[in-house]
């Protein structure tokens, strides 16, 4: 009741819809991410000053000043490398997201199919993906294909498993009130199921966004001759352990890109979702 | 048990309506010969729980019928039983023709008592789900439900999501697309519970001149005996678990006259005397 009367268009003030945003934004922004900025901050300078004092050479650990230094020079090996990985990633994630959503639909649809792959979809997360990739490799060579069937396996099951959750956790008092409405089975499921369902499958997505960059450099190290992955196996021999750790940074930010990504497009396609971190 | 239902089967619907009659002390409710919904000897148990044992009721049709009882007495179970969404254990209902479950849903709208609507429809969305439901498109339901909503007090809200309305527009919203489902049998399940006792004697009074204008046969429950007796034209009391039919009560309201003069009138605390001692007893 509250809530509601606060948020009613027609008690908003122009004043208040106007200087608020203005003001408050900065300030929830360095409230909200201030904390991890100083931390991270915190951290790359202990590391720095600890490579510094105890003179550790720079192919055992680079400091991050070299590391910093090192995009500069080995630019021209990481950037076609990192596009490579990039669509391995964006690809893989984007199969196994539209196949993942599926099935979940598939199996909260038929009670007889839940039964018949709901066990083996779980058995499938038993067999390591990392035995998994040299197979792959053997059968589909050393193209993109066997990257993307990584990425995607590993993707994959987050989002099948949240998005059955999210499709079965529908409220029962909105499932009867709409067949009081004339609601058909179709209708309960894309008026209702299905929209309840979507802030869990972006959960489900949200996790496996995280998960897709290892998928990439697994399919890498199992058979590749480009890609971040194969960058930094081509880099250990040598002793090129700058190399390594800015092609690390890069997945990194790739891995944190996609995860941003997904969290935006929640909030255009999903607006009513209750905010994580709305209540502080 | 089993056997008094054997013979209200074999008696037929005749006698179990003389069952009711001589239960309640009054007529059945039906006075002319159209009836909206039967309800014969129907029982219903959730494992050892007796929630309804018994209720015998004939509904005329465009009637509206209050029905009070105690929290937890089995008045939403029997909602969901003549809606069609639960199956009777014993006895049978039949509403406009209809006995099996499956097509009982297709005459009755059913307003919850949680208001449930869907926090990524708009309200005017909201409203019409049921028009959609029919196969109609979004745009032909929006045109249809919209020149409703001024009607409804709710104009300029159409594109509002529902958080921000307030509960008593959340109620009017909710109602609204009960009766877009343009069903003849409206149920209403307690749907001013959850508002403040201001907000509730005024969504009363407009439920009263809504449900004026468009004829229904509503059922309404509630555990409120004043609302009841307001909001019905007959007022069947229940019994606590197991819930029974006690009394039929015929309300009269003086017509026209304001809420102030209608509650205190001799008849209608004569009524709610008589229904809260049906309660007590």
Known sequence: MNRATREAPVLRTARDSVSKPKSARPRTFLRRYGPAIAITAAGIGLWQLIIWLAHVPEYLIPSPSEVATDFGSDWPVLGPALLVTLREIALGFVISAAAGVGLAVVLHLSATLRRAFYPILIGSQTVPIIVLAPILVIIFGYGILPKLIIVALICFFPIVVNGIDGLRSVDDDLIRMMLTLNGTRWAIFRRVEFPAALPSIFSGMRIAATFAAIGAVFGEWSGSNQGLGYVMLAATPNLLTARIFAAIVLLTVVAMALFVLVSVLERIIVPWAPRRGKAE | ?281
């Open chain 2, 1 to 281: 048990m089993h056997e008094i239902s054997d013979v209200i089967a074999e008696g037929g619907p005749g006698l179990a309506s003389e069952l009711s009659s001589s239960r309640t002390g009054h007529r059945d409710l039906a006075m002319d010969g159209s009836v909206a919904i039967q309800i014969r000897d129907v029982g219903k148990s959730f494992g050892d729980v007796i929630a309804l044992e018994g209720i015998d009721l004939l509904v005329p049709r465009h009637s509206r019928i209050g029905i009070v009882g105690p929290s937890g007495g089995g008045k939403t179970t029997l909602l969901q039983i003549v809606a069609g969404l639960l199956e009777p254990d014993s006895g049978q209902v039949d509403v406009e023709g209809a006995t099996a479950g499956r097509d009982r849903l297709t005459r009755c709208a059913l307003m919850p008592q949680r208001d449930l609507l869907l926090p990524w429809r708009s309200a005017l969305d909201n409203a019409g789900i049921a028009v959609e439901n029919r196969g109609v498109s979004r745009t032909e339901a929006r045109r249809r439900t919209r020149p409703l909503f001024e009607s409804f007090g709710l104009a300029k809200f159409e594109d509002v999501r529902p958080d921000q309305l307030s509960g008593g527009m959340r109620q009017r919203v909710s109602f609204l697309r009960t009766l877009m489902a343009e069903k003849d049998v409206l149920l209403l399940d307690e749907p001013f519970g959850s508002l403040d006792s201001i907000t509730r004697a005024e969504m009363q009074d407009w439920l009263i001149q809504a449900m004026d204008r468009v004829p229904r046969t509503v059922l309404l429950v509630t555990h409120d005996v004043e609302e009841a007796l307001l909001l019905g034209r007959q007022v069947v009391v229940l019994s606590a678990r197991p819930g029974r039919v006690v009394r039929v009560l015929e309300v009269n309201h003086v017509p026209g006259g304001s809420r102030r003069e209608v509650v205190t009138s001799p008849e209608f605390v004569s009524l709610k005397e008589q229904a809260l001692e049906a309660l007590e007893s």
